[in-house]
């Protein structure tokens, strides 16, 4: 899983099992900024899977994604010239 601040990649610390599913303790390479990321199980609707995240939790990580490729795309400009 990419970082949530730098989208760099980042490794497990720790794996946690909990009822309900797996949690991952990570660590970035490159900002050294931790998060955990959940493994659990999705029911089945019509549409694929009931949603993990409202629409706004969704939008809100997606622009923090964009966010992050444009800083990313930025440097690596900046580290080319
Ligand atoms: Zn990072």
């Known amino acids: ?15 946690i099992k909990m009822a309900g599913g797996l949690r991952r303790q990570r660590k970035c390479k490159s900002c050294g900024a931790g998060a955990y990321s959940a493994e659990v199980w999705l029911r089945a609707t019509a549409n694929g899977a009931e949603p993990v995240y409202t ?3 969704a939008a809100l990580i997606k622009k923090k994604e964009v966010d ?9 400009k900046n580290d080319a010239s």
């Open 55 to 57: 629409k706004e939790e």
């Open 1 to 15: 899983m990419k970082c949530m601040s730098c989208n760099e990649r980042t490794y497990v610390v720790n794996v």
């Open 68 to 76: 992050a490729r444009r800083a990313n795309e930025d440097r690596r």
